[in-house]
């Protein structure tokens, strides 16, 4: 079996990468003008700059920058406030006794950007964009949908209420327990967006979701293109101002080009390493200290239900047990991830008792053998004139196409013919209405790797409730259409269980019967990999909220 090597494949696009760190050297004299500027380089755009409408991590990390939810995590998973005076608790009073109310009290000295108040009025208006279904990008509406009143006059309105301009109270229908973790991550501005969307009855497509003109975190936004966006201080922050003038993010073409960039020193931070590129830049001696933040992700494949060839265990028992996790992990990830046993691995949530699938090929070959799927003359497996072929997807990250060349390897040795396809992250995980991969059903595997809402272990990309149709406008998290009831069950009593010991008990069984029923196909415990030169200072990247410190983060 052979394997091109990282350098081979850069080789490809050197002339390329020369022009394009030429370009980027054109930074490097700001930071002789302006000692408090950094650049940061990311290898994808961000899909959206509205928290609302991206689930891309380019998004989510700028989120940490430009918009500021009621709390955020630091990087030991305590929650800080932001906007909030303090983190609900049943002592504090911002829980009732039954765990379905949750009442947040606001500073009253927190302004956008723009010098307008942010109100519990902004709150509100989240909430609502959040639940509205005209707003279809939105593929996770949890946990607002979950605090919508059953009946009444404001049923199509999230239960959200303002009492006062400075408290916020929202009602579950439900106890919710997985609410510290999602509940107003972002808050966005009323008094911007309401008019849009009341003309427009939905906030899809609009140009201020890549450039919004208020800002609520310690950055604003000062201009963007195809090529970077540049923040500067928000000398309006609520909080601690941001002890750096200015954060340029340049977006890089591929990894190859941030690798560069950030051994001669043109990027101060390259952020979302491979395991190859991390070990690259010990051994270049770039001014550069790696640091690896777990958080909570665990690579797998995602499986498409809705292939009836996948409806069949023993298919799917077969394929994860097809994969030599120890040969994949050498090639895609340098040797140094860990095998995962489950989409909660690395955490209490997983049953401890699971291990990771032990590599059987032969075991493998049988299981389909007894499923009626025989190796035709081609090597390839058939069952009544059907071919047994899977499209395998995933995005065009380095890590992930040589992990695709391997598993392609490993499955055509038991009879599986898989045809690979790599798309751009803006494709690959883009809504149904804009065709996106994943949304529109265009594959039987996919790779990615998708966190719970870390700390908490809850998701909804398992729920049958998820599954996007028509009557949903296609919005949901549950791309694989997975539908099982136990499972249903099992998370809808997770999600009432505020006793944390309790819920513990109920996501081991979550994480036994996808095991069992191989839902999900585990490969190893990701990491976060971040360079960071050591001129920047100040920065402890979090695993739940990356940038949550960046108005800390200094040069010297």
């Not at 790797?449 to 870390?454: E, K």
């Given at each position: ?51 609302a ?18 709390w955020?995590?630091?990087d030991k ?6 906007l ?22 606001l ?28 707003n ?20 199509n ?8 301009k ?21 808050v ?15 906030l899809e497509?609009i ?5 919004p003109?208020?800002?609520s ?19 309006k922050?609520?909080?601690t ?17 941030q ?5 001669v ?19 270049s ?5 790696i ?18 060839i ?10 994860a ?15 140094i991830?860990?095998?995962s ?6 955490t ?28 035709g ?11 047994l072929k ?9 890590f ?9 390897s490993?499955?055509?040795a ?21 065709g996106?991969?994943?949304a ?8 990615w790797s ?11 990309r398992?729920?049958?409730s998820?599954?996007g149709t028509?009557?949903n ?5 549950n791309v694989s259409?997975l ?35 191989v ?8 990491a ?29």
């Amino acid at each position: 079996m052979h394997y091109r090597s990282l350098g081979e494949r850069s080789r490809a696009s050197f002339l390329f990468l020369l022009t394009f760190l030429f370009a980027l050297s054109l930074i490097a004299p700001v930071h002789a003008q302006t000692v408090s500027s950094i650049t940061i380089t990311l290898i994808t755009p961000p899909d959206s700059l509205n928290p609302a409408f991206t689930y891309e991590r380019s998004g989510l990390l700028i989120r940490d920058l430009i918009f500021s939810g009621a709390w955020t995590f630091d990087d030991k998973l305590n929650p800080v406030p932001l906007l909030a005076v303090q983190f609900p608790t049943l002592a504090n009073g911002g829980v009732s006794k039954d765990g379905k109310v949750i009442t947040i009290k606001l500073r009253p000295d927190a302004i956008w950007s723009d010098g307008q108040p942010i109100s519990s009025d902004d709150f509100v208006f989240t909430a609502n964009v959040y639940t509205n279904d005209n707003n279809h990008s939105i593929l996770q509406r949890s946990p607002y949908d979950l605090a919508i009143p059953k009946q009444g006059p404001d049923a199509n309105q999230v239960n959200v209420k303002a009492p006062d301009k400075n408290t916020v109270v929202i009602t579950f229908n439900e106890v919710y327990a997985a609410w510290p973790a999602t509940l107003f991550r972002a808050v966005l501005p009323a008094h911007i967006l309401r008019p849009i969307f009341d003309k427009a009855h939905s906030l899809e497509g609009i140009d201020w979701n890549l450039h919004p003109t208020v800002s609520s975190g310690p950055f604003t936004l000062k201009n963007s293109d195809a090529g970077s966006l540049t923040f500067v201080r928000n000398d309006k922050y609520f909080g601690t101002k941001a002890k750096l003038d200015q954060i340029v993010i340049q977006i890089v073409p591929d990894a190859a080009t941030q690798l560069a960039a950030v051994k001669v020193a043109v990027a101060d931070m390259g952020t979302l390493l491979t395991a190859a590129e991390a070990a690259d830049l010990r051994a270049s001696g770039a001014p550069v200290q790696i640091m690896a933040v777990p958080g909570g992700y665990n690579e797998g494949l995602f499986l498409n239900f809705a292939n009836p060839i996948l409806a069949d265990v023993k298919v799917r028992k077969a394929l994860a047990s097809a994969i030599d996790r120890v040969a994949l992990i050498a090639f895609a990830q340098n040797g140094i991830a860990k095998p995962s046993a489950g989409f909660w691995d690395g955490t209490p949530y997983q049953d401890a008792s699971l291990q990771p699938l032990a590599f059987d090929a032969d075991g493998a070959g049988k299981m389909l053998d007894g499923a009626g799927w025989k190796v035709g003359s081609d090597g390839i497996r058939e069952k009544n004139k059907v071919k047994l072929k899977l499209r395998f997807a995933t995005n065009q990250r380095d890590f992930r196409t040589q992990a695709q060349t391997v598993l392609q390897s490993q499955f055509k040795a038991i009879g599986v013919d898989i045809e690979p396809t790599a798309y751009p992250n803006a494709v690959f995980f883009a809504s149904y209405a804009a065709g996106g991969t994943l949304a529109t059903g265009q594959f039987d595997i996919a790779e990615w790797s998708a966190s719970p809402d870390y700390p908490d272990p809850a998701t909804t990309r398992f729920l049958t409730s998820q599954i996007g149709t028509k009557e949903n406008g296609f919005a949901g998290a549950n791309v694989s259409h997975l539908s099982d009831p136990a499972l249903d069950k099992l998370f809808e009593t997770a999600a009432k269980t505020a006793d944390a010991a309790a819920r513990i008990k109920i996501f081991n069984q979550i994480s036994k019967l996808m095991a069992d029923k191989v839902y999900w196909i585990p490969l190893w415990q990701s990491a976060d990999l971040w360079a960071i030169n050591k001129r920047l200072m100040g920065v402890t990247i979090g695993g739940v909220s990356p940038w949550w410190n960046a108005a800390s983060w200094t040069v010297g």
